[in-house]
């Protein structure tokens, strides 16, 4: 008896193992993460903005006076870009 309920179960994790390896197991991730953790460097309204807002919803922000200038995966990249370029708020154009 001990040896079917050892096998049945090393059995049923073989099986559980497999499936997970074919399927794929899913990640539990909060729903209101997003995605895209970008850092960019905007042209707002003619002034150099760091944000991790994606364009369109810095443009649903600023109007339609902006554009991207560079995206970044760290914020000290962001920072270190627009210092660079005289400084947040520094005077900037949208070419």
Not at 29 to 51: G, H, I, Q, T
Not at 57 to 63: D, S
Not at 77 to 88: C, P, R, V
Request: aromatic letters at 8%.
């Amino acid at each position: 008896m001990k040896k079917t309920i050892s096998l049945l179960f090393g059995t049923g994790m073989t099986l559980l193992i497999l499936w997970a390896t074919v399927f794929g197991v899913r990640t539990l991730k909060p729903k209101n993460v997003p995605d895209d953790s970008k850092y960019r460097v905007f042209c707002a309204n003619n002034k150099l903005e760091v944000e991790q807002r994606t364009l369109k919803q810095e443009k649903n922000a600023r109007g339609s006076n902006v554009c991207q200038l560079a995206e970044f995966d760290y914020l000290s990249d962001a920072d270190k870009y627009a210092e660079n370029h005289g400084g947040k708020g520094s005077d900037c154009k949208c070419d």
